[in-house]
Structure formats: structure tokens, C-alpha cells
């Protein structure tokens, strides 16, 4: 099985910072794409960033430029680092994963709990 931890959420004031970590455990081969994904209250859960093993990262519209994405392979963890936040930036964040179990095996994705991030003065 697979686990997604999400940590780092908070209340921030508007124009603040805020790191969300992604941890991925339990049987894992290999990592394909990760991504943070976003749901406000009474929303849709929308995208926000997403960062393959090796490549560019691609960020939604509204948070390019002041949020960034990483990841360390090695430790199987991602991170998304978000700046000049906005009150419309408040939603559940989400972390997501393709992630093949073992090898031979069929590839999955997996979702974390949701961390909340609130911006708010």
C-alpha cells in the first residue's frame, strides 16, 4: 500500500509564505508524476502544479510565479513552496501521485488527506 502525508498548512496572512511537504511511503518502485492539487469550500478540486521525475514543472494559471514545486526522488517527498499569497489561494491542498508499487506491476495514483491553508488577516 501506498501513503501520501501532506504537512505545512496553516493560517497566513495575505502576501505571506507557506511550504506544504508531500511524503510518499510504503511500497513504492518508482514515482512517476506528482502534483498538488487544490479544493476550496463548495469548489471543485482544481489543479495547481505537477513535476515529473525528471522535467519541467507546469503550474496552473493563477499561482504561476508565486508558488514552485520540487521534489527529491531519493526521498520519495515533493514540496510546494507558495509566496505572495492570496486570501482566493484558501482551499484543502492536496497531494497527488502515479506511483507503481513494485516492479512489473500496474501503475496508480494516490491521494494524500489534505492539508488546509487558510489567508486570511
Known amino acids: 500500500q501506498v501513503q501520501l502525508v501532506e504537512s505545512g498548512g496553516g493560517l497566513v496572512q495575505p502576501g505571506g509564505s507557506l511550504r506544504l511537504s508531500c511524503a510518499a511511503s510504503?511500497?513504492?518502485?518508482?514515482?512517476?508524476?506528482m502534483a498538488w492539487f487544490r479544493q476550496a469550500s463548495g469548489k471543485q478540486r482544481e489543479f495547481v502544479a505537477v513535476i515529473i521525475s525528471r522535467g519541467t514543472p507546469t503550474y496552473a494559471d493563477s499561482v504561476k510565479g508565486r508558488f514552485t514545486i520540487s521534489r527529491d526522488n531519493a526521498k520519495n517527498t515533493m514540496w510546494l513552496q507558495m509566496n505572495s499569497l492570496k486570501p482566493e489561494d484558501t482551499a484543502v491542498y492536496y497531494c497527488?501521485?502515479?506511483?507503481?508499487?513494485?516492479?512489473?506491476?500496474?501503475?496508480?495514483?494516490?491521494w494524500g488527506q489534505g492539508t488546509q491553508v487558510i489567508v486570511s488577516s
Open positions: 497527488n501521485a502515479h506511483v507503481r508499487p513494485t516492479k512489473g506491476s500496474s501503475s496508480n495514483y494516490y
Open positions: 510504503g511500497s513504492i518502485d518508482s514515482i512517476y508524476d
